[in-house]
């Protein structure tokens, strides 16, 4: 839950056998300055601990050079410790593990529980937190299993450092979990955070308000979403220091969520200035006659006099999954690109197939950037396309559903380029399958009406009315649930709501990162169900919501009796309905489901060239 800082602080470890070793090196690991007090000093320590001394890593004390006379050697010890905390001074210690509490092949070498009780009131007397080893009672925190990432080309250490905990249940188990977690991070996932972090002090560097800034970058103090909706921005709008400096900051939660980790530590100076640039790099129009003559770059792409003739493919690349790839999806990916320009929705599972000598290029669509990023990919095919090259242009889903490819589709043909659109299977259908919700369903459902929740520009838009035996998804319109729910429920007739309200009782779901591995389901009666997308934390988009009784249809033993009721009288098909979402909830206000089917696994493999 927590991540302390540990530079330039000191931590003490009572003890030096192989386990005081273990908390060195982690205290090490993390920046901290350590010191061992134990029996013996030097020579008592084990191997590791003594090597770390000579080598000035550590220093290692024995109690003898500390302790006054006393009773008995445990009470020597309290005061051996008393003294170094009160001679070293308020706050000079930060964290106090006692390791010597294990049991021992030699009994008398194990510290008793009363002589660590002491140790223990002695730190807390002084507001210093303490561990020991085996004693749940005298813990006020328990210690992970870490791992810190290094740079795989230069071996050296990153910010990125993997916690494991198991809260005291099973330690060694949490040093198995953290390995397999480790043996499946990207090899870059530290350098990707050293270039975020660089990407955050850029976005500062734009205003005088550090403050702001920071409390902007603050993922605690930031909403859940990282779509919040803006208002677009227009082409050569002007930006005062805080506006450039507030836009920066939200690129860069976007950037965060979205790029792969590949694409981030791949990131140089010059390409993080050009990302974050307020500049929208190509006017915000279509061509209404077929230009002539060479097309200039504006994108810095090596073109050369073309040797074939270049072509654009539209292609979707379903819910993300890389196995629900298409063939034809499959093949313009990895045999058919010069150039792959991405959505920033594709994920990287998908983009991991692409082979490394294929440039890839992210669309920069960042809130209140959409439109001008929209016409900076088109220009850029267009230029490549040109130049002989075949273009990859890589959408989330289906492209024709809200991929916004018939702009591309028009602008291209105007300068007489060739372009194939290639399906996808769309986020609409798959996603509410993978939650295990048929958007029809005999019985359930026996209509399906799909729309967005983000208009042009931005702007709302009018959802459809309720109609029992209809299911809605709305797509692109998680960061503006509350504000559908309201529009949805509402009794009266608005610019936001065609026909009925929707009960308040009506299933709904919200699907986060449809088919991937952190893919997560939101149920709940529709009036809860901002509520309950909201009690689960920080957002994982993309997400959908769907609406309607095909929701419940297919959970547990199923229900294909809805539509049954016919037009009977409402107060008793209202008193059925409650009863059905009771049951489908078990009495609970709302349902959570986290990761995939595990049968999905037989899937894993990746997918062979083409």
Same mark, same amino acid.
């Not at 410790?81 to 509490?101: A, K």
């Not at 530590?265 to 390409?271: G, I, N, P, Q």
């Given at each position: ?6 530079? =330039?602080?000191?931590?003490?470890? &009572? ?10 090196? $982690? ?32 220093? !290692? ?10 009773? $008995? ?17 308020? *706050? ?26 002491? !140790? ?7 507001? !210093?937190?303490?561990?020991?080893? %085996? ?24 910010? /990125? ?24 991070? %990207? @090899? ?13 002090? /850029?976005?500062?560097?734009?205003? %005088? ?13 930031? &909403? ?31 950037? $965060?969520?979205?790029? @792969? ?38 994108? %810095?792409?090596? !073109? ?35 150039? +792959? ?6 994920? =990287?599972?998908?983009?991991? /197939? ?5 440039? +890839? ?22 230029? #490549?396309?040109? =130049? ?28 007489? &380029? ?7 299977? @769309?986020?609409?259908?798959? #996603?509410? /399958? ?12 026996? =209509?399906?009406? &799909? ?42 007739? @608005? ?41 689960? *934390? ?7 919501? +769907?609406? *309607?009784? #095909? ?60």
């Amino acid at each position: 839950m927590l991540a302390f800082r540990m530079d =330039a602080k000191l931590t003490l470890i &009572v003890g030096s056998n192989r386990l005081a070793a273990t908390r060195a090196f $982690s205290a090490l690991e993390a920046g901290s300055a350590v010191v061992i007090l134990a029996n013996g000093g030097m020579k008592s320590a084990c191997d590791e601990l003594t090597w770390r001394a000579e080598n000035k890593q550590l220093e !290692i004390i024995d109690f003898d050079d500390l302790a006054g006379p006393s009773e $008995s050697s445990r009470d020597r010890e309290v005061s051996a410790v008393e003294s170094f905390l009160d001679e070293r001074g308020s *706050g000079s210690v930060s964290l106090v593990f006692i390791t010597d509490t294990l049991v021992s092949s030699e009994i008398s070498l194990s510290r008793s529980q009363a002589s660590a009780t002491q !140790i223990y009131l002695a730190c807390r007397k002084r507001n !210093i937190p303490v561990n020991v080893t %085996d004693m749940p009672s005298l813990c006020d925190f328990t210690v992970c299993a870490t791992h810190r990432c290094l740079d795989p080309q230069t071996g050296r250490a990153t910010p /990125l450092q993997v916690a494991i905990t198991t809260n005291g249940h099973g330690c060694r188990l949490a040093g198995r979990i953290k390995r397999e977690v480790v043996a499946k991070l %990207d @090899s870059d996932a530290g350098v990707a955070v050293e270039k975020v972090s660089q990407l955050r002090t /850029l976005a500062k560097n734009a205003s %005088d308000d550090y403050e702001e800034a920071e409390s902007e970058l603050n993922e605690e103090t930031t &909403v859940a979403s990282p779509n919040r909706p803006v208002a677009q921005r227009l082409s050569k709008m002007e930006e005062s220091a805080k506006e450039r400096a507030r836009r920066r900051m939200k690129w860069v939660a976007q950037i $965060s969520e979205y790029w @792969s980790l590949r694409q981030l530590a791949s990131l140089d100076e010059k390409e993080m200035t050009n990302t974050l640039s307020g500049e929208l790099l190509s006017p915000n129009c279509v061509p209404t006659q077929t230009p002539s003559g060479p097309a200039p770059s504006q994108h %810095d792409l090596a !073109i050369s006099p073309p040797k074939k003739k270049g072509r654009v493919l539209l292609v979707g690349s379903g819910p993300g999954h890389p196995s629900l790839l298409t063939l034809a999806a499959h093949a313009a990916l990895t045999r058919e690109a010069d150039l +792959v320009l991405t959505d920033k929705l594709v994920p =990287a599972g998908v983009l991991a /197939l692409i082979p490394p000598h294929i440039e +890839v290029r992210v669309a920069r669509k960042f809130p209140g950037n959409a439109d001008g990023a929209q016409q900076e990919m088109m220009d850029m095919a267009l230029a #490549a396309a040109r =130049a002989g090259r075949t273009v990859v242009r890589l959408k989330q889903g289906d492209p024709a559903l809200y991929g916004r490819v018939g702009e591309e589709l028009l602008f291209l043909r105007a300068y007489g &380029v060739d372009v194939l659109i290639i399906p996808g299977i @769309s986020s609409a259908l798959a #996603a509410p /399958l993978f939650a295990h919700i048929p958007v029809t369903q005999r019985g359930a459902a026996e =209509a399906l009406a &799909v729309c967005t929740g983000v208009g042009r520009g931005g702007k709302g838009v009018r959802l459809p009315g309720y109609e029992r035996a209809r299911t809605l998804v709305v797509l692109m319109g998680v960061a503006r649930l509350q504000s559908m729910v309201d529009a949805l429920l509402s009794n009266e007739l @608005s610019e936001r709501r065609t026909d009925a309200a929707y009960p308040p009782y009506v299933p709904a779901a919200v699907i986060e990162r449809a088919s991937m591995p952190d893919q997560r389901v939101v149920v709940a009666p529709l009036r809860d169900i901002a509520a309950a997308l909201e009690s689960v *934390g920080e957002q994982r988009p993309p997400g959908l919501l +769907v609406v *309607g009784w #095909a929701v419940l249809s297919l959970w547990g033993l199923g229900d294909m009796t809805v539509l049954n009721e016919g037009d009977g009288n409402a107060r008793e098909i209202e008193t059925k309905d409650k009863e059905r979402i009771e049951r489908w909830l078990e009495g609970r206000r709302w349902r959570v489901t986290e990761g995939l089917d595990p049968l999905w696994a037989m899937f894993d493999a990746p997918i062979p060239p083409a």
